[in-house]
């Protein structure tokens, strides 16, 4: 991962800004480990780039403060995992906390069948949103629909599974890794495998390795943030606004631009005389930094480069997304 915040931003000094990576236990939703965290870290604003369900652990990061406004352009990152799965049982909600549904003695599946199943779904395919998921209907969870009886038919949702391996097989029980697109769910897919393979097949361990940029080894346990909130630990944690979505092409703005955006003023020409502006395509989005790499905002690309090139001074060259406010 990239480089850690080096400042003073220790528990009990200036507010903390930027990405904490937990490491989530298993038996707790995402949602305590954000009340845990904001308690330990004594943090005003704490928000997550996509929850883990409570059967899973594994990389969890977590926006801090002005980072929340960052937290929807790191929510759409691939995801990677490694999952466990049964063969021969169906359970309403597609993992092994559900009520059994279905049993099929899956005797005389071989790994290689479940590896031939698993690879049927790679690419881009459409999965049925779980009866038991946070998604909404009518301004509530799925799930609380289901809790209560009411069958609610969900909606299926395009998604993309980049990489699928079986690591290991043993029956009636498989160990794969999966890299997917945002959004979806492996309980879900365990739940298609075992219907591939005609014998039903439940989600019974899961482990979220990364999450875009953010690895494992990135990540802190849980029962350590607390202690990290009482030490200088918390300043080689805590990822800086700085160092995040570096796959957007960085424009650099004098401090008197950042004032002007930062005061809600749309970028003109004008705001970038004398800059190196990137090469970039109209609809893309750069990140306006300042001085020490500090990030002022992302914005939408409005005109071509050449476009760019022959715009006066006047012209608005780019729409902004989110401004932020600084680290201080």
Do not use: E
């Given at each position: 991962m990239t480089g850690r915040a080096r400042d003073d931003n220790a528990a009990g000094s200036k507010e903390l800004h930027g990405v904490i990576v937990v490491?989530?236990?298993?038996?707790?939703?995402s949602f305590d480990v954000v009340r845990k965290v904001r308690r330990a870290l004594k943090v005003r604003k704490v928000g997550h780039t996509g929850t883990l369900d409570p059967l899973a652990t594994g990389v969890l990061p977590l926006c801090l403060n002005e980072a929340t406004k960052a937290a929807g352009f790191l929510a759409?990152?691939?995801?990677e995992y490694r999952a466990v799965m049964e063969l021969g049982v169906a359970t309403d909600t597609q993992d092994i906390t559900g009520t059994v549904v279905m049993r099929r003695d899956p005797r005389g599946i071989t790994r290689s069948d479940v590896e031939t199943a698993a690879q049927s779904?790679?690419?881009t395919i459409r999965q049925k949103v779980p009866r038991y998921s946070a998604a909404k209907y009518r301004g509530r969870p799925y799930y609380?629909?289901?809790r209560q009886g009411v069958d609610v038919d969900t909606p299926e949702k395009e998604v993309t599974i980049h990489e699928i391996e079986i690591e290991s097989f043993s029956f009636p029980s498989a160990t794969f890794r999966v890299l997917c697109s945002k959004g979806t769910y492996i309980r879900a897919l365990c739940d298609d495998i075992g219907e591939r393979l005609g014998c039903g097949a439940v989600l019974t361990g899961l482990r979220r390795t990364r999450s875009g940029a953010f690895r494992e080894e990135d990540a802190l346990p849980l029962d350590r943030v607390a202690v990290a909130a009482d030490s200088t630990l918390v300043r080689n944690i805590?990822?800086?606004l700085k160092n995040l979505m570096g796959e957007y092409a960085a424009v650099p703005v004098d401090r008197d631009s950042a004032r002007k955006i930062r005061d809600g003023r749309q970028p003109t020409r004008g705001f970038f005389e004398g800059a190196a502006f990137p090469e970039v395509q109209r609809g893309e989005l750069v990140r306006l930094t300042a001085e020490d790499d500090e990030i002022v905002a992302v914005a939408r690309v409005l005109l071509s480069p050449g476009e760019f090139a022959a715009a006066g001074d006047t012209e608005q060259v780019l729409r902004l997304v989110r401004v932020f406010n600084g680290e201080n």
């Open positions: 490491d989530k236990p298993a038996g707790c939703t759409g990152d691939d995801k779904f790679l690419g609380r629909w289901a805590v990822i800086p």
